[in-house]
């Protein structure tokens, strides 16, 4: 969502949510009311034949027609995520040999220039004013009819197919526009103006690399190769040359509904009040980067005419709820596999009817957080939808339990007999282990049942999106039959890694790579390794829950005990400013760990925080995990992260950064495929000379919607990424941290 939403204040009232919060935040926390804001997206149409794109204009019918070397065409049956294309206009058949060169608006009617006249459809088709002007390229209309046209470094002032006067700019004329009387023509190295009824030329302002410009009030924007620069109409510099755009090669200029829009040859962007510019680039908003013209388009949108294509950036009202029910529909449509949730499907070409879904890495990890989503959800608004859909992610997570055969174990993910290879996955850094043999298992078997195959070898990640869950639903749920399932299974796996000293063992016998919490292994690592910070956290975090909902005192006893005589209290609140690189000798695991931060570790971190604050067995440690919570989220505020905002709210903190939680929701982008995202080229973000251990490149983290990285367990900070031609999840990316909101009562129910 770019910034069109400051144009509706940001309310943020210190008061009571209409709807009930949650017992765990404070009626001092602030509250954002929900009223609907302009979010973006985009619509575009692509042409099958190559040409050269010229303009594109609409007219005052809504009819939109785009100039190539090819002739006219109209964007043809194009929607959101579903594009359109580009055919040739047969509205008017003599259209089609006339061999329009130029086109243009006057009076809200299509004006076009050929090699004989400047004419029109409009008007009873009246207007026909010939000329015998050689090789003609560019038509604008000043006032009565009356029109200057361009050729080279020549132009003419023509009405009723009469040449008012002729000039010559010296060099070629490169764009035209008309203002008040005057027309302005801009050539690389000067600005002047020709008098309308004097036909008086006069020189406004000379420059260098100039490529266009627009008119707008008093004002006259001049875009460069390298940058832009506004002046007076007098030619008085008003602001000079601005070169740090986010591409400063500018192709066209346009102000729209008093918004200043720049086409560049590496995308689109628009100013906003305070100074800063939102980016379009890439697929996501365009079909080419290379953009050739900009213009007004139906329902207040924008239209960018590029290389390869239109692109239209549509704005239309919502609330935050009418955004979070579109992501509802699409994790619905294409992101349910057996009620696993899959935070990716594959497209061909990007197009949605191709998308397939396979499993992924952490299955159980993305299902967990969908699942607590729809809970939220369900709990807020008493939705019977959303109760359904986190059931059947419950048992989507449950036969995770049970298709193995072994108490307490969970695997990765299923799937119907004989579509994965069962074969060892090999990973290199294994190879420096922390204890020599360790085995690269078979991560495939056959379940009992011989129409499936179930995949082994869960990790920490996923064992906590399998807690997250369980406990959400032993807490909240409102059906004691559900409620006692998910005891069930909070009980067997805790009671299985347990039993395990702390690991989870794998169908071979063997610890899983990352399954691993016991003093052994967290102890053995120094310090300032975060593994030894994590694990320790979560751990006791599990056996909290585990003993709060069963009430077994072997969880609180063992829990107590890794407090006491293990030191996991003082790992788990060791600050972390104190978390870095292994130091210079470090074992070969260490270090590899600790290379830099893993932002795998604060999902990890912050899901858990859920199970750790709530149920401290002593109001004495409460205090504690605050404190250890706070200052992870004071390391984690530039990522303007509202997941973690929120889990933090949970605590009843007053301030969790609710205003930069607001942003990320709304710069969400509603289109989730994984284009081809670049950022490094632009002069408008400043580069950190250290990004330091997290691997923060940029002073600032950039929108969602403009930069390669959405998901929670990426770093935010990243610039580039390649073309993955796929769709993400909004399961866990936005409908958690929303519903979440909505639950803890620091977002309202949508309001008028």
Not at 256 to 283: P, V
Not at 398 to 416: K, P, V, W
Not at 453 to 475: C, I, N, P, Y
Not at 572 to 592: C, E, K, V, Y
Request: hydrophobic residues 35%.
């Amino acid at each position: 969502m770019k910034n069109y939403q400051y144009l509706i204040p940001f309310l943020i009232l210190i008061c009571s949510c209409a709807e009930q919060r949650n017992d765990s935040t404070q009626a001092t926390q602030p509250v954002y009311q929900d009223v609907p804001y302009l979010q973006d997206y985009a619509v575009k149409y692509y042409l099958d034949s190559k040409a050269e794109f010229k303009k594109v204009f609409m007219d005052r019918n809504g009819v939109t027609q785009v100039l190539t070397d090819q002739g006219l065409f109209r964007p043809i049956n194009g929607h959101f995520q579903y594009p359109g294309t580009l055919e040739q206009d047969m509205t008017y058949i003599p259209m089609k040999d006339k061999g329009v060169l130029d086109l243009a608006i006057y009076q809200d009617q299509f004006i076009y220039l050929d090699d004989t006249a400047v004419f029109s459809n409009a008007w009873a088709g009246k207007l026909f004013s010939r000329h015998e002007f050689p090789q003609p390229e560019l038509v604008v209309a000043g006032t009565d009819f009356t029109f200057l046209v361009t050729s080279g470094e020549k132009y003419w002032v023509l009405k009723d197919s009469e040449t008012k006067t002729a000039g010559n700019a010296g060099e070629a004329i490169l764009d035209i526009s008309y203002d008040d009387g005057l027309y302005y023509l801009l050539t690389k190295q000067s600005v002047f103006s020709v008098d309308e009824k004097s036909l008086e030329k006069k020189s406004i302002y000379s420059g260098d690399k100039m490529t266009t410009l627009d008119v707008a009030g008093d004002r006259i924007v001049i875009g460069t190769s390298e940058g832009y620069l506004t002046i007076h109409k007098s030619g008085k510099v008003v602001k000079p040359l601005n070169a740090k755009l986010p591409w400063p090669e500018i192709t066209t200029v346009k102000t729209i509904d008093d918004k200043l829009w720049f086409g560049s040859t590496k995308g689109a962007y628009m100013l906003r009040e305070e100074g800063k510019f939102n980016y379009y680039f890439g697929e996501r908003w365009l079909p080419g980067n290379e953009v050739k013209h900009i213009s007004a388009g139906p329902d207040n949108s924008v239209m960018i005419l590029t290389d390869k294509g239109l692109g239209q950036i549509c704005f239309k009202m919502m609330t935050l709820e009418e955004k979070a029910m579109v992501y509802e529909k699409q994790v619905r449509e294409r992101h349910v596999r057996y009620g696993i949730i899959t935070d990716m499907s594959r497209l061909n070409d990007h197009r949605l009817s191709t998308a397939e879904n396979r499993v992924a890495a952490s299955d159980n990890l993305w299902t967990g957080m969908y699942l607590g989503s729809q809970l939220f959800r369900y709990l807020v608004t008493s939705s019977e939808d959303a109760k359904q859909n986190c059931y059947e992610s419950f048992e989507a997570m449950e036969r995770l339990h049970e298709i193995n055969g072994i108490d307490g174990l969970f695997g990765r993910s299923f799937e119907r007999r004989g579509y994965y290879p069962f074969h060892k996955e090999y990973r290199s850094y294994v190879e420096n282990y922390w204890y020599e043999g360790y085995n690269n298992t078979v991560s495939w078997f056959h379940a009992d049942d011989p129409e499936w195959d179930w995949k082994a070898t869960a990790s920490s990640d996923q064992a906590v999106g399998q807690m997250f869950a369980l406990m959400l639903v032993a807490e909240y749920i409102d059906d004691e039959a559900w409620k006692q399932r998910a005891i069930k299974l909070i009980d067997d796996l805790m009671g299985y890694i347990v039993e395990n000293d702390y690991a989870l063992v794998d169908v071979n016998g063997k610890p899983t790579l990352w399954g691993i919490w016991g003093p052994e292994y967290v102890n053995r690592f120094q310090t300032m390794i975060g593994d030894r910070k994590v694990y320790s956290s979560n751990l006791i975090a599990f056996l909290q829950a585990a003993y709060k909902f069963t009430g077994k005192e072997i969880y609180k006893e063992k829990a107590t005990e890794l407090i006491r005589e293990h030191g996991y209290l003082e790992n788990l609140a060791r600050p972390f400013d104190q978390i870095g690189n292994a130091p210079a000798g470090s074992d070969p695991w260490s270090t590899m760990l600790s290379e830099e931060w893993n932002h795998s570790d604060d999902e990890m971190y912050f899901l858990a925080y859920w199970g750790l604050y709530p149920y401290a067995f002593a109001d004495s440690l409460k205090p504690i995990y605050k404190e250890a919570i706070r200052d992870h989220w004071q390391h984690e505020r530039p990522e303007k992260n509202s997941l973690w905002n929120f889990c933090y709210a949970m605590t009843g903190a007053e301030e969790f950064d609710l205003e930069e939680s607001i942003w990320h929701l709304k710069e969400f982008p509603l289109d989730m495929v994984k284009f081809e995202t670049k950022n490094s080229h632009r002069m408008d973000i400043v580069l950190r000379e250290d990004p330091g251990f997290r691997g923060q490149f940029t002073e600032e983290v950039l929108p969602p919607d403009e930069r390669p990285e959405l998901k929670h367990n990426r770093n935010l900070f990243n610039l580039d990424s390649g073309d993955r031609n796929a769709e993400l999840s909004g399961g866990d990316t936005f409908l958690l941290p929303y519903w979440m909101g909505r639950y803890l009562g620091v977002i309202s129910a949508p309001k008028e």
